[in-house]
């Protein structure tokens, strides 16, 4: 505790040196002017179902209000602009007790809410994010609370508030039909969270004393459009001592008939970086989860992903394909902190509970969606996802898991409460994987249902 709050205090002051010119520049053209801000405000409910087996919790049921305050000044004249952003956070606990929070003190935190000492959910939790910014064209440089949403790591907004990252970034579009990007991260602070951690990965992760991390991950990459229906894409990202991992995309869109072909095609490749390539380093505990042979699930990154789904787009109609293909003796490598404050992959299979991303699985899947504008309900859209996937690594042969999930929502569109958004979502996961004994990995099947109500109120 005593090295986090160091830690936060020494990057307030960092924040305040930076900032402190913008001060005194806050009267200048731009930097007022051009300002922003908004209060978003999501009412959260989740009702999750974990059957088979006991290992805790059977019942995850939680109730929240969420407030995520967004600042964004402009910038200030001259060859390079400054100006500094600022995200609040609140969390405020509606219903939550003992027994559907989550029934192990060992965890850090629960579906929705951090964990008091008691093991029960707090009140409430919040936390303060600034972004120091310069623009010289049309490159932007970004140090502090970050929120990447890039194919080698992305932020989760997937509960009551989102997850944030702190670090630096740098974006560029100098080059005509380029989208360039590049930066370093050294901590993220989960969704049900108030405190700096460093990044980590399954099987390194969780709370023991055996648990490793690394403050240090660079990535790099960005978006060629070929053409207006075209887009190749690169990134590279490196979460040090534990993988280095490849990433190509390519994004057409093709018009057949009367509707469009959209076609999503990703590779990824993985490797051990640092600690986890030596026999050493993985005997210290820098581990990544997967299925090794002899009853072995933790060992060296090696990964390869080879995916591709196919959309036809006809009126309100979107009718899906997809299949995503596993090799290797690891799991896929994304960033993971294991203790519930939420974690999202660039999979196509990434879904509502799971991710299909172990190590030689293969997934096929369907996809529906229908947008009711087409028939005269603006607003009002559903979606389906069914995905079953089959022979993942385990040392009792290979087993398989589906997933079905459903998403209802509306948005008003006009009148004093346009904007307001509902949102139903349903998912159910069933899995042939054991749900205890060693040397395999372990899932319960489950049932989940999130309700959610959100609004974004203007204030200047």
Same mark, same amino acid.
């Not at 989740?46 to 600042?71: C, H, K, T, V």
């Not at 049309?138 to 989102?162: C, M």
């Not at 009792?396 to 004093?416: A, C, H, I, N, P």
């Given at each position: 505790?005593?090295?986090?709050?160091?830690?936060?205090?020494?990057?307030?002051?960092?924040?305040?040196?930076?900032?402190?010119?913008?001060?005194?520049?806050?009267?200048?053209?731009?930097?007022?002017?051009?300002?922003?801000?908004?209060?978003?405000?999501?009412?959260?409910?989740?009702?999750?179902?974990?059957?088979e087996?006991?290992?805790?919790?059977?019942?995850?049921?939680?109730?929240?209000?969420?407030f995520?305050?967004?600042?964004?000044?402009?910038?200030?004249?001259?060859?390079?602009?400054?100006?500094?952003?600022?995200?609040?956070?609140?969390?405020?606990?509606?219903?939550?007790?003992?027994?559907?929070?989550?029934?192990?003190?060992?965890?850090?935190?629960?579906?929705?809410?951090?964990?008091?000492? #008691?093991? &029960?959910?707090?009140?409430?939790?919040?936390?303060? /994010?600034?972004? %120091?910014? $310069? @623009?010289? +064209? =049309?490159?932007?440089?970004?140090?502090?609370t970050?929120?990447?949403?890039?194919?080698?790591?992305?932020?989760?907004?997937?509960?009551?508030?989102?997850?944030?990252?702190?670090?630096?970034?740098?974006?560029?579009?100098?080059?005509?039909?380029?989208?360039?990007?590049?930066?370093?991260?050294?901590?993220?602070?989960?969704?049900?969270?108030? #405190?700096? &951690?460093?990044?980590?990965?399954?099987?390194?992760? /969780?709370?023991? %004393?055996? $648990? @490793?991390? +690394? =403050?240090?991950?660079y990535?790099?990459?960005?978006?060629?459009?070929?053409?207006?229906?075209?887009?190749?894409?690169?990134?590279?990202?490196?979460?040090?001592?534990?993988?280095?991992?490849?990433?190509?995309?390519?994004?057409h869109?093709?018009?057949?008939?009367?509707?469009?072909?959209?076609?999503?095609?990703?590779?990824?490749?993985?490797?051990?970086?640092?600690?986890?390539g030596?026999?050493?380093?993985?005997?210290?505990?820098?581990? $990544?989860?997967?299925?090794?042979?002899?009853?072995?699930?933790?060992?060296?990154?090696?990964?390869?992903?080879?995916?591709?789904?196919f959309?036809?787009?006809?009126?309100?109609?979107?009718?899906?394909?997809?299949?995503?293909?596993?090799?290797?003796?690891?799991?896929?490598?994304?960033?993971?902190?294991?203790?519930?404050?939420?974690?999202?992959?660039?999979?196509?299979?990434?879904?509502?509970?799971?991710?299909?991303?172990?190590?030689?699985?293969?997934t096929?899947?369907?996809?529906?969606?229908?947008?009711?504008?087409?028939?005269?309900?603006?607003?009002l859209?559903?979606?389906?996802?069914?995905?079953?996937?089959?022979?993942i690594?385990?040392?009792?042969?290979?087993?398989?898991?589906?997933?079905?999930?459903?998403?209802?929502s509306?948005?008003?569109?006009g009148?004093?409460?346009?904007?307001?958004?509902?949102?139903?979502?349903?998912?159910?996961?069933?899995?042939?994987?054991?749900?205890?004994?060693?040397?395999?990995?372990?899932?319960?099947?489950?049932?989940?249902?999130?309700?959610?109500?959100s609004?974004?109120?203007?204030?200047?």
């Amino acid at each position: 505790m005593e090295t986090t709050m160091q830690n936060s205090a020494q990057r307030a002051s960092l924040a305040a040196t930076f900032l402190a010119p913008l001060a005194l520049q806050a009267g200048a053209a731009g930097f007022v002017e051009d300002s922003k801000a908004s209060l978003g405000l999501r009412n959260f409910y989740i009702n999750a179902d974990n059957r088979e087996g006991s290992a805790a919790p059977s019942r995850q049921e939680e109730w929240g209000q969420g407030f995520m305050l967004n600042y964004a000044s402009g910038f200030t004249p001259g060859t390079v602009g400054v100006g500094v952003d600022a995200l609040g956070l609140l969390g405020v606990r509606l219903d939550s007790g003992k027994g559907t929070h989550f029934e192990s003190t060992s965890q850090q935190g629960g579906t929705v809410f951090p964990s008091d000492s #008691d093991g &029960r959910a707090v009140d409430e939790f919040s936390s303060l /994010g600034l972004t %120091a910014k $310069a @623009r010289l +064209s =049309n490159t932007e440089l970004r140090y502090g609370t970050l929120q990447p949403k890039l194919p080698v790591v992305i932020a989760n907004d997937g509960r009551l508030l989102p997850t944030t990252y702190e670090g630096g970034q740098i974006n560029s579009t100098d080059l005509k039909d380029f989208t360039l990007v590049a930066g370093r991260l050294e901590h993220s602070k989960g969704r049900n969270s108030t #405190d700096q &951690r460093s990044l980590t990965i399954a099987g390194a992760n /969780g709370s023991s %004393a055996s $648990a @490793r991390d +690394s =403050n240090q991950f660079y990535y790099a990459g960005g978006d060629y459009k070929a053409s207006k229906d075209l887009t190749l894409q690169y990134y590279f990202g490196n979460l040090e001592d534990f993988y280095q991992q490849h990433f190509v995309g390519v994004l057409h869109n093709w018009a057949i008939g009367p509707g469009v072909l959209k076609s999503d095609l990703r590779a990824f490749d993985s490797r051990s970086d640092g600690k986890n390539g030596s026999a050493a380093g993985r005997a210290d505990g820098y581990l $990544a989860s997967g299925y090794y042979g002899n009853g072995v699930t933790k060992g060296e990154v090696d990964n390869r992903v080879l995916s591709g789904l196919f959309t036809y787009v006809l009126g309100g109609h979107s009718v899906g394909a997809g299949y995503q293909a596993i090799n290797g003796d690891s799991d896929f490598p994304f960033f993971n902190r294991g203790d519930g404050e939420g974690s999202s992959s660039y999979l196509s299979t990434d879904v509502q509970i799971g991710k299909f991303q172990r190590a030689g699985e293969r997934t096929w899947q369907l996809r529906y969606a229908y947008d009711f504008a087409a028939a005269g309900l603006p607003g009002l859209t559903f979606s389906s996802v069914y995905l079953h996937g089959d022979g993942i690594d385990t040392n009792q042969g290979g087993k398989g898991e589906w997933e079905r999930d459903f998403t209802l929502s509306y948005v008003v569109q006009g009148g004093s409460f346009k904007g307001l958004g509902f949102s139903w979502r349903n998912a159910a996961l069933r899995s042939e994987l054991p749900v205890s004994g060693a040397g395999s990995p372990t899932q319960r099947d489950q049932d989940e249902n999130r309700l959610i109500v959100s609004y974004s109120l203007p204030l200047f």
